[in-house]
């Protein structure tokens, strides 16, 4: 059975740092170019960082510089670290293979309060 785990969300201020981490279980993430994504309230869902097999990277325009993606292929775990968070940034993030989905973690909470 197919599991991703999102974690590592919380409260910050702006400027503030988070790491985010993605477990998978029954997905290999180094197979698979991956990807983080968020939603914001009333929005729809958006992509945010891809991450190649061969571990090229590729971000989102309002992220690029702030956001890095990585992966540990030894822990099939996946990471955004995001700095100089701003308020915009406040969303849920979920992670998922950007080609093919699989069923949609519980994503986790990151909130920039201003």
């Known amino acids: 059975q197919v599991q991703l785990v999102e974690s590592g969300g919380g409260l910050v201020p702006p400027g503030g740092s988070l790491r985010l981490s993605c477990a998978g279980s029954?997905?290999?993430?180094?197979?698979?170019?991956m990807a983080w994504y968020r939603q914001a309230p009333g929005k729809q869902r958006e992509l945010v960082a891809t991450?190649?097999?061969?571990?090229?990277?590729n971000y989102e325009d309002s992220v690029k510089g702030r956001f890095t993606i990585s992966r540990d292929n030894a822990k099939n775990t996946m990471y955004l670290q995001m700095n100089s968070l701003k308020p915009e940034d406040t969303a849920v993030y979920y992670c998922?293979?950007?080609?093919?989905?699989?069923?949609w973690g519980q994503g986790t909470q990151v909130t920039v309060f201003s």
């Open positions: 998922n293979s950007r080609a093919a989905p699989v069923d």
């Open positions: 029954g997905i290999i993430f180094r197979l698979r170019t």
């Open positions: 991450i190649t097999p061969s571990s090229n990277t």
